[in-house]
């Protein structure tokens, strides 16, 4: 698996060896013909600060990657694949930061706890036909995960790598 960096936090990449993948990061702005190149089994897309729309570079780049290789996306990554896949991110009025925060998984029908830390979110008015919600958050209703329904590809805004319990995210 190859891993954008946008700001990855090291135990995103550590949860990643442990799960027996072999992670190879690369920096945000690496020539997607040289990491095509390099024949991936998958791509994800990292956490990092600031505004998604300000790396229109990686989002390009994620656009031309649909439908050739996995993606997963984390936090801004979540963002960047969000951007990819047609939808359009705002900033929050005030930011979402620490642990706590109620989840409910569509696909188990459960709530989860969850650690946040970031400013902007994804436009539900903007998501296309083919791009499915996966959670959303208890509080203030904003989409916490995303799937394609027609690629190979799925990110979550908050922080599945944060421990929280012994349940969690």
């Not at 090291?10 to 945000?28: A, C, D, E, H, K």
């Not at 459960?110 to 903007?126: L, M, P, Q, Y």
Request: charged share 20%; net charge neutral; aromatic share 8%.
């Amino acid at each position: 698996v190859f891993t954008y960096d946008f700001g990855i936090k090291y135990n995103i990449l550590r949860i990643m060896n442990n799960l027996g993948m072999s992670v190879t990061v690369i920096t945000w702005n690496t020539n997607l013909e040289e990491v095509k190149g390099m024949n991936p089994h998958g791509i994800s897309l990292s956490n990092g600060p600031g505004e998604p729309a300000a790396v229109n570079e990686a989002v390009e780049a994620v656009r031309k990657l649909l439908g050739k290789l996995p993606i997963f996306g984390i936090c801004l990554g979540y963002q960047i694949l969000s951007l990819a896949l047609g939808c359009q991110t705002y900033k929050l009025a005030c930011g979402k930061h620490g642990g706590n925060h109620p989840v409910i998984d569509f696909s188990i029908n459960k709530i989860e706890n969850t650690s946040h830390n970031h400013g902007f979110s994804v436009d539900e008015k903007s998501l296309p036909k083919n791009v499915s919600v996966r959670h959303r958050n208890l509080i203030d209703k904003t989409i916490e995960d995303i799937e394609s329904l027609i690629h190979s590809a799925f990110s979550v805004q908050y922080h599945p790598e944060v421990s929280l319990g012994p349940r969690d995210a």
